[in-house]
């Protein structure tokens, strides 16, 4: 499966963005989907998991309660709502994926094998 994601751009703390990832290929349903970010001289972090249907996810601690990933199956589109950003957000966020049989989320990047190319995320303080 091929990932393009998109949405992200300079952004003030507090404020808000939407990432979306746009998946082509394979049928779309049958990946897990994850969200990780890389902060600037830093290891590639988790972010957020979901399952096949949608209806598992999974938050890193640092994110709990602020962001939110959904996915549009019809529209082969994983999404990572942010709110409350914070500087130490900063980081290129990218989409990953993995075909499974379950109805399981993921948090390890080895556990993916397809990524996307990621999308940057400022937050100015």
């Known amino acids: 499966v091929q990932l393009q994601a998109c949405g992200g751009g300079l952004v003030q703390a507090g404020g808000s963005l939407r990432l979306s990832c746009a998946a082509s290929g394979r049928t779309f349903s049958g990946y897990a989907m994850g969200w990780f970010r890389q902060p600037p001289g830093r290891e590639r972090e988790f972010v957020s998991g979901i399952s096949r249907s949608g209806r598992s996810t999974y938050y890193a601690d640092s994110v709990k309660g602020r962001f939110t990933i959904s996915r549009d199956n019809a529209k082969n589109t994983v999404y990572l709502q942010m709110n409350s950003l914070k500087p130490e957000d900063t980081a290129v966020y990218l989409c990953?994926?993995?075909?499974?049989?379950?109805?399981?989320?993921?948090?390890?990047?080895?556990?993916?094998?397809?990524w996307g190319q990621g999308t940057e995320v400022t937050v100015s303080s």
């Open positions: 990953a994926a993995t075909w499974t049989a379950s109805e399981s989320y993921y948090s390890r990047s080895y556990d993916y094998n397809s």
